[in-house]
């Protein structure tokens, strides 16, 4: 029989567009109803109507199992509401009702969440994914406008099966109205579904978007630092490299108030599985006016000094946050901290970040919702940072 085996979910989420996915378990038509709800301008102040304005239906002419549509012509920072159909000659589904909000322009502050390792962590998970599910619902309560997610979010990226298991079926109701946004991990393995699943902008591995009044750069550090000669590089990285040349162009040309760079390996952490190598693209962040890093792999949480030049600058210094945070592995911290490392803790974690054009307020929560660490990064005109 058909049935919806994956989400809905939504990608790339734009001012006037937005891409709504799902996949079946048979090949089958693709179509999303959007509709419009007014809003309540008398009574409770921000309340909505039950949508009962169609807006449009949207469809695809090919049968698949992986459907994908992207809904256009929408307005900048509203709320939508959408429903998808799917019908083959065994029959026909049909999803409930879900909202989705569209991008808000520069100068609208907004918020966003991060974790991973959702299913590198499984190894050592013996709660059958309850930490997982903790942190999805976690999330969805601070109801954020996008999510990152920084790699491993599978155990075995190869494996169709875990990318229920260890991500979409924990996280369904968060993606139903949540876009998000992910980089390869070691354990998705650069496989096929990677590409199958998400929509990412080109080449997917690596990319970069706009929301707000941030840019947004992720890499693909598993493909800087090959499998073979893991954690070394095999190569410098410098131009010529596809990936390096990518950042440089893409940095160049970014006129946003705040530049975030996220990928997999840390470059800096007090703990196991630090990759040093990848201090070879530090000048270009430091170069370019990156403010804050993110990355994974190793699981736990850990939030850098602000660093520039190999030292501590915190005039214009950039904050290295590694987000392991579906998972907790205490073991894996080393005895002491080093230098860089300003806070450091063991725990399921998930960052809220929120964002205006001033400033960035970072925060990290348990997952029994408890906050351990914050931060916020101010900056004036100049481009100075202040941390508080």
Known sequence: MLSIVKGPYLQNPAEHCITVMWETSLPASSRVDVLLAERIHSGYQGNYKLPDKPFGTFTVGSE??????????LEPGTIYYYKIHSRNESGEIESKLYMFKTAAGRGVPFSFTVTSETGGYSGFDATDGLINQRIFSQMKQYR??????VGDVVNDGKNDEDWNTYFFGPGRDFFVDTPFYSCLGNHEDNA?????????????????????????????????????DYPYSSGVMGPGNPQYDFLVRDLESSSARWNIVFFHYPPYVSGGYQVEALRQLCPV?????????????????????????????????IVYIVAGGAGAMPDWLLPKREWHTSQSLAVPHFLQVVVTTDRLELRAVDDQGWLFDQLQIRKNTEGRRDFI
């Open 285 to 317: 962040f430091e170069e370019y006016g990156v403010d804050l890093v993110m990355n994974s792999h190793t699981i736990v949480y850990e939030r850098s000094h602000p660093l520039r030049d190999g030292i501590i600058d915190y005039d214009h210094g």
């Open 192 to 228: 096929s579904w990677y590409y199958d699943l998400f929509a990412f902008p080109e080449p997917r591995n690596y990319y970069s978007f706009n929301y707000g009044d941030v840019h947004f750069v992720c890499l693909d550090s598993t493909d800087l630092i090959k499998e073979k």
């Open 64 to 73: 698949s199992r992986i459907h994908q549509i992207t809904v256009e012509g």
């Open 144 to 149: 954020p406008d996008i999510a990152l997610f």
